[in-house]
């Protein structure tokens, strides 16, 4: 009886432990957040560099998937700052309500998993 009660207890340990904490889970949230941020300022950033006409869907859509597949919290980040750059980017900067659109369709590709490389135009350095 008192090895079947042990064996019980042993097991309602391992079964309570085997699950992660709300706090690691947190923590793991914020670290994937962080670097999915970094992943879109590097995007971000290669555009800039690459200035290459008709770049810019596939640098939407490169960023979105690289923070999206670092975990929740990296495709919280990508969706966060996307749609804070295309407010901006249709409130201040003038572009239009086609182009916001065309971004935002890039950066929802990217984030749900799709192959960054259909935006991609010819002849964009391979280093991109």
Known sequence: MRLCVCLALLSLVLCASADVSPLRRGAEFVRDAVGGAWDMYRAYRDMREANFKGADKYFHARGNYDAAQRGPGGAWAAKLLS??????????????????????????????????????????PKQY
């Open 83 to 124: 749609d804070a750059r295309e407010k901006w980017q249709s409130d201040v900067s003038g572009r239009g309500a086609e182009d916001t659109r065309a971004d935002q369709e890039a950066n929802a590709w990217g984030r749900s998993g799709g192959d960054p490389n259909r935006y991609r135009p010819k002849g964009l």
